[in-house]
DNA sequence: TACCCGGAAGACGC
DNA sequence: TGCGTCTTCCGGGT
């Protein structure tokens, strides 16, 4: 033992699954940097440093090259024949089982190995870290837009660890919350903390993190990571729980994700478990046995490997949701009280790991802090999924595709999509909504309800399948749904229950062929921002902007915990200060994104946040039932552009018209020029200012019963369901890296 | 057996 | 209190 070297990771950890970010940046001892490099440096130099790249033979050298230095019991190394990839691919929980006692210790090991690779390639030159590098793990990224892989994919990406590598990478980037997601609810989204990147997927903080064991005892400790959860703290705790428990679920998300990628067929689709039997990895002995402490959430349900899925799922999806809110009300304080923003790292310590204190782990005393200052109980409304569309447009339109082993788009251009795992999605959203009990049968039924608002329907003969008869922007405009009633579903079987749709609120109801024709616009609109949020020089801070904070924290922690002092050091904490001022003055700089909370104005670019570049083709004057819609668009305002509709449309970029809704808030509507489209040149397509006023007028007047253009994208939603603000993943820009490496000098 | 449908009653939040 | 949005349960059909 006294030849052992001090482990990079701690070995008291759960059997949960091994959230890398928890685990690494809130288990490191004090000076990870230091035994890192003095790990690497002892590694066998024929060990390429990415680890998803050792061969077979590279893996038995690590293996033996860890039985060695950390003196780790003998190994039966039968047990690890695969390469790099799947070696990465083992959840602690599977160390465990192949080699009990040293487990853990493979498994830090590793997980420290494949986060330096992760800073070494974000600091590699030319490689964007966003969007497109938003898949550090990944070889081969894809682009985040393609909603149904292409065919041609490449071979590679039919590697299962193609999508689990993505799913890795998410893990990385925006690391799982433990916190399944409680339902959105004023407590869960007020009070629940912005820990997403910081807190560990293991759930609950880490039940029993601080335990040694593989087995948790059982989560009575959870709960409390999760903190302010209210009731919904035992669901989501236990939720992480099993999350934990079943540390497969990346490796069999890689799976499944690479297969539902990569084809939308039936058979490939409709099943979960022979998905699993078709798509082992090298892993199938522990999938569930891990003995998940038992927890109310999931003990009436098998730790199957969807059920683990799932709950990979709904980890990311809670996260996304905390961060979205975050994000947005971070905005909101900010702008308030921009004072506020410097976290004191003289708060409350973080609780230390060592201690075996689950708190640590879940979320960072300073983030409490945070929380308590900058998240005020008092959220503005926001569906956030709350609303099952919502839900279900957001896992659909999430740019990482996390969400596609759930639910995929089938033909995104017409709004069809496919259940791809329905229990899995339905627990997903039983655990949005706090309905433990949920499952595809309830669920379905409430997708049937949508069916008489017309919002839905089936698509006939395919299992699974139901198809937008709405695009998101309509439905997110559309308050009251109900009144979307007034059509009788009977009117329109073929066409979806659409026909004569809801005129009489005045809505824009097209959901037959126009609609579909309209959805099928903002679709691409929405792929368009996405590419040119991706591709624009002009934004530097792409559509992130600034970085949030958590995504500046995150990138300060995973220095920290790949470089530096531990995130309970002032250091780190001053790291986090200077990161997020660094950026801030960064952004204010290059020309603040609309999203930067220092830099918004809280009229027009307000609604705006999530959305660098909103296109405009603003359905003029409502419904014209015209299946040309591009020709009824006309900009309306450019206002907010600050560019004539003609310069704007000279220059082609894009137009921001504002639409005002009942409420007299002035909102933008993000359609955009497609230049692929027969539309007018530039000049006659944009009507003079003048005429865009009276346009404006026509499409506005107040109080008026006319037609008006969607109504009210409310503010209070500031999280549209397109893609493009599905921001999941802590994206971690060059800015923010900038940001630490200043930070560090 | 699973999926799908839709009625009915009720929960829950606003 | 009313309303919207489910949730839950159910019987029936495919």
Redesign the pocket.
């Known amino acids: 033992m006294s030849k052992m070297k001090m482990l990079p990771v701690q070995l008291s950890l759960n059997s949960l699954n091994p959230g890398i970010w928890s685990d690494v940046l809130w288990r490191c001892p004090p000076a990870p940097s230091s035994q890192l490099a003095e790990l690497k440096t002892q590694l066998p130099p024929s060990l390429p440093s990415d680890p998803r790249l050792w061969s077979r033979e590279d893996v038995l050298v690590f293996l033996r090259f860890c039985v060695r230095e950390f003196d780790l019991p003998k190994l039966d190394f039968d047990l690890f024949q695969m390469n790099g990839k799947a070696l990465c691919l083992l959840t602690r929980a599977d160390f465990g089982h192949r080699c009990p006692g040293a487990g853990d210790v493979l498994h830090n090991v590793l997980q420290m190995l494949i986060i330096e690779s992760h800073m070494m390639q974000w600091h590699l030159p030319n490689s964007p870290v966003t969007p497109t590098s938003r898949y550090p793990l990944s070889p081969q990224s894809h682009p985040p837009t393609m909603t149904w892989p292409p065919l041609n994919a490449p071979p590679e990406s039919n590697n299962p660890f193609h999508n689990t590598t993505h799913h890795l990478a998410h893990h990385f980037m925006a690391p799982n919350s433990v916190t399944l997601s409680p ?1 959105p ?2 407590d869960s989204q007020a009070s629940s903390p912005p820990q997403a990147p910081y807190q560990n997927q293991n759930g609950g903080g880490a039940p029993g993190s601080g335990s040694s064991s593989a087995h948790t005892s059982n989560g009575g400790s959870s709960s409390v990571g999760t903190s302010n959860s209210g009731p919904s703290a035992p669901a989501s705790s236990s939720s992480g729980s099993s999350t934990a428990s079943n540390g497969s679920a990346m490796p069999m998300k890689g799976i499944s994700s690479a297969s539902s990628n990569h084809s939308d067929s039936e058979e490939e689709y ?2 979960s478990e022979p998905k699993m039997a078709t798509g082992m990895p090298p892993a199938p002995l522990s999938y569930s046995t891990a003995s998940p402490p038992s927890t109310p959430i999931l003990k009436d349900i098998k730790p199957n490997w969807t059920q683990q899925l799932t709950n990979s799922f709904v980890n990311s999806w809670s996260q996304q949701q905390q961060q979205q809110q975050q994000q947005q009300q971070m905005q909101a304080v900010q702008q308030q009280q921009p004072q506020k923003l410097t976290l004191d790292n003289t708060a409350g310590p973080v609780v230390a790991p060592a201690g075996g204190s689950i708190s640590a782990p879940t979320t960072p005393s300073y983030m409490y802090k945070a929380k308590r200052e900058f998240f005020p109980e008092n959220s503005e ?1 926001n569906t956030n999924g ?6 279900l447009q957001q896992l659909l339109n999430d740019r990482n595709q996390k969400y596609s082993d759930l639910i995929a788009w089938k033909c995104r251009d017409t709004g069809v999509f496919k ?1 791809v795992d ?2 899995g999605l339905a627990k997903l ?2 655990i ?22 017309n ?1 839905l ?4 003969g ?5 198809q937008f008869l709405r695009n998101p922007t309509e439905l997110k405009n ?7 009633r007034q059509s009788t ?1 009977a009117a329109g ?1 073929g066409n979806g229950g659409a026909q004569g749709m809801t005129q009489g609120n005045g809505n824009p109801a097209p959901s037959s062929p126009a609609a579909v024709q309209n959805w099928s616009q903002q679709q691409q609109q929405q792929q368009q921002q996405q590419q040119q949020q991706q591709q624009s020089p002009q934004r530097p801070a792409s559509r992130n902007g600034p970085m949030s904070l958590p995504a500046v924290a995150a990138v300060a922690a995973a220095a920290a915990a790949a470089y530096g002092p531990p995130p309970t050091s002032p250091l780190f904490m001053h790291a986090i200060n200077g990161a997020f001022h660094y950026l801030s003055a960064t952004a204010a700089a290059a020309g603040a994104p609309p999203n930067s909370p220092a830099l918004q104005t809280p009229g027009a670019a307000g609604p705006d946040k999530f959305q660098f570049h909103p296109l405009k083709l603003e359905n003029g004057g409502g419904s014209s039932g015209s299946d040309s819609a591009g020709e009824d668009l006309k900009p309306t305002d450019l206002s907010v552009s600050g560019k004539s509709a003609a310069a704007a449309a000279a220059s082609n970029e894009d137009c921001y018209p504002l639409i005002r809704n009942a409420d007299g808030l002035t909102t933008i509507k993000l359609i955009r020029y497609n230049d692929h489209q027969s539309a007018p040149s530039p000049a006659e397509q944009s009507p003079k200012p003048e005429e865009q006023q009276q346009q404006q007028q026509q499409q506005l007047p107040a109080g008026s019963n006319s037609p008006k253009p969607m109504e009210a994208s409310d503010q209070a939603q500031p999280v549209p369901m397109d893609s493009s603000d599905c921001n999941g993943s802590v994206e971690v820009s060059e800015e923010a890296l900038a940001a630490f490496r200043h930070m560090r000098q």
């Open positions: 339902p609810s004023v409709s099943v409304p709350r609303l099952l569309w919502d839900f259940i329905p229990a959203w039983g949005q909504k706090n309905h433990l009990s949920m499952n595809y049968d309830k669920m379905s039924r409430a997708l049937r309800y949508y069916y008489r608002v919002i329907r089936k698509v006939q395919e299992r699974h399948c139901y559309i308050k009251n749904i109900s009144l979307l579903p079987a």
